[in-house]
């Protein structure tokens, strides 16, 4: 079972930026589409934001309308390590913060049941 790391989270204040990263242990996240989700307690798992396998042409990045503008998805050069940059925190962008990942096709890529691979969180507070 392959499974992604994340690390990153922390409490930071509000207004403030953290940057998570995901990568995978013996494989790499090169060949996948991935994104990150984020859940708080009694509410349903929420897809923040995705990016497709590296060398995938066309529109490949996507965000929920709730983070679009604060925070950017990213690999690094060679496709390994995928992060999330959070700029503008507020306090409802508290969570813990999952990394996943899919090798099939993907429909609706901000949605938990599209991905077969999940790590265990990162937990984001923002607070003052």
């Given amino acids: 079972h392959l499974q992604p790391v994340e690390s990153g989270g922390g409490l930071v204040q509000p207004g ?9 242990t013996g494989f790499t996240l090169r060949y996948y589409t991935v994104a990150w989700f984020r859940q708080t307690p009694g509410k349903e798992r929420e897809g ?12 490949c990045i ?18 390994k390590t995928v992060y999330l940059q959070m700029n503008s925190l507020k ?7 999952y990394c996943a ?13 599209e991905y077969d691979n999940w790590g265990q969180g990162t937990q984001v507070t923002v607070s003052s």
Avoid at 49 to 55: D, F, L, P, T, V
Avoid at 66 to 74: D, E, Y
Avoid at 91 to 97: G, L, M, N, S
């Fill in 48 to 59: 923040v934001a995705y990016i497709c396998r590296s060398g995938k042409t066309g529109s």
């Fill in 16 to 24: 403030g930026s953290l940057r998570l990263s995901c990568v995978g």
């Fill in 62 to 79: 996507d965000y929920s309308d709730s983070v679009k503008g604060r925070f950017t998805i990213s690999r690094d050069d060679d496709g």
């Fill in 91 to 97: 306090p409802e962008d508290t969570a813990v913060y």
């Fill in 101 to 113: 990942f899919t090798g099939g096709v993907v429909i609706r890529p901000l949605s938990p049941g």
